[in-house]
């Protein structure tokens, strides 16, 4: 008989356990529920489980957990202070990526241009937390190459963004929804958005209120903007607009605090459901029949960030520094990830092309920390 809570109690020793080890060559503890879900999508003896609606539900609490994170770290406030350098290389490096990621599944894959061009944006974004312990060890986060590294991860926020918002639309409600039920739901979304970041006098009230009762209603909110998100199919973008209206909403003080509780029931809990979520959906078989597609799409991808960093970076930070640049800027992390799974849970793309993608990102999260870290010891730009 399934028992889903021997199950889970399996995947988080697994996690913990295999967590530590791939810690140790720099690579996030996170990613071993995307391991775990790999290998269950070998061989799965939890199918029954993995499978069911109870699984699904944490597993998409997990997303959206997330995707509200990423609205409650946006700070539009960092983009003023950025330099010309930092946008001019953001863009130039995500719109080469794109258009060769965009060829690559359009005549590899064989999906349509608008298709292609969605999926290549999604890959082409820049997973910079995943670099940020590393750059600290190395003592260069506030160098030149550091700050453009954190710079760029940080400006391609909004790219992502933008990309996720214009999925969850091209997805669109289901058609027995009715039209104005939708239409109602995402006003009432929007308006209450806007309506919480023009009540921070307020917000200032909650200054006096304990992490506990903050922290319920950090809940309140999330689920109130999910359930009217439901509505309209739209629950995903309703996550996002929960974390930006109340990071808004509330004094800096409070909402620093607040952060810290909301990601340890995320990433300690939710966030490694959804990974191995992902990973079990893989089709082992497809990969196993075709695995220069990964080798491909980790080669072009690779390829498309190496070339724009060092088009754009060889005068501000020298050869190795530009070939430094577009190394760490491989790295993808959970937004892109979202985005893929959004794209194939909704069939707009196939188990094969989802499977290549998380596979190639996989391989990204192993090689890239270890290329770095070695790369700017052996070229003397680590600083001890």
């Given at each position: 008989m399934a028992n889903i809570f021997l199950f889970l109690s399996i995947a988080f020793l697994f996690?913990?356990?295999?967590?530590?080890?791939?810690?140790?060559?720099?690579?996030p503890w996170i990613f071993a529920a995307l391991l775990f879900g790999s290998l269950l999508a070998i061989y799965n003896p939890f199918f029954s489980i993995t499978n069911s609606q109870t699984f699904s539900f944490l597993a998409q609490l997990g997303m959206y957990f997330l995707l509200f994170i990423i609205g409650f770290e946006l700070d539009l406030n960092k983009f003023k202070k950025m330099g010309r350098f930092i946008f001019k290389a953001t863009f130039f490096i995500i719109l080469l990526e794109a258009i060769f990621g965009t060829l690559v599944v359009r005549f590899v894959f064989k999906y349509d241009w608008f298709i292609s061009s969605i999926i290549a944006l999604s890959f082409a974004t820049v997973g910079e937390a995943i670099l940020i312990p590393i750059l600290d060890e190395f003592k260069i986060i506030n160098t030149k190459l550091g700050q453009s590294i954190i710079g760029i991860g940080t400006l391609d926020d909004i790219i992502?963004?933008?990309?996720l918002i214009l999925v969850i639309f091209l997805i669109g409600p289901t058609t027995h929804l009715n039209i104005t039920l939708v239409l109602i739901s995402l006003f009432i979304l929007f308006f209450l958005a806007f309506g919480l970041t023009k009540l921070k006098k307020e917000g200032r009230k909650f200054n006096f209120l304990g992490i506990e009762m903050l922290f319920l209603f950090a809940l309140f909110v999330l689920f109130l903007f999910l359930g009217i998100g439901e509505y309209a199919d739209?629950?995903?973008?309703?996550?996002l607009l929960s974390g930006i209206a109340l990071k808004t909403f509330l004094p800096k003080k409070r909402w620093e605090r607040l952060e810290n509780e909301i990601k340890t029931i995320c990433y300690g809990f939710f966030a490694p459901i959804f990974f191995?979520?992902?990973?079990?959906?893989?089709?082992?078989?497809?990969?196993?029949?075709?695995?220069?597609?990964?080798l491909l799409v980790v080669g072009v991808s690779k390829g498309a960030k190496l070339l724009g960093s060092y088009i754009v970076g060889r005068k501000e930070l020298g050869l190795k520094r530009s070939v430094l640049l577009g190394?760490?800027?491989?790295?993808?992390?959970?937004?892109?990830?979202i985005i893929v799974k959004l794209l194939f849970e909704n069939g707009l793309i196939g188990a094969g092309l989802y499977s290549v993608i998380v596979a190639s990102s996989i391989v990204f999260k192993f090689i890239i920390p270890l290329l770095f870290s070695n790369l700017l010891v052996r070229w003397n730009i680590a600083r001890t």
């Open positions: 996690i913990f356990l295999v967590g530590k080890l791939i810690e140790k060559i720099r690579v992502e963004i933008l990309v739209a629950a995903p973008i309703a996550a191995l979520w992902v990973g079990v959906e893989m089709d082992i078989g497809y990969l196993v029949a075709y695995p220069l597609l990964v190394i760490a800027l491989s790295v993808r992390f959970s937004t892109s990830i």
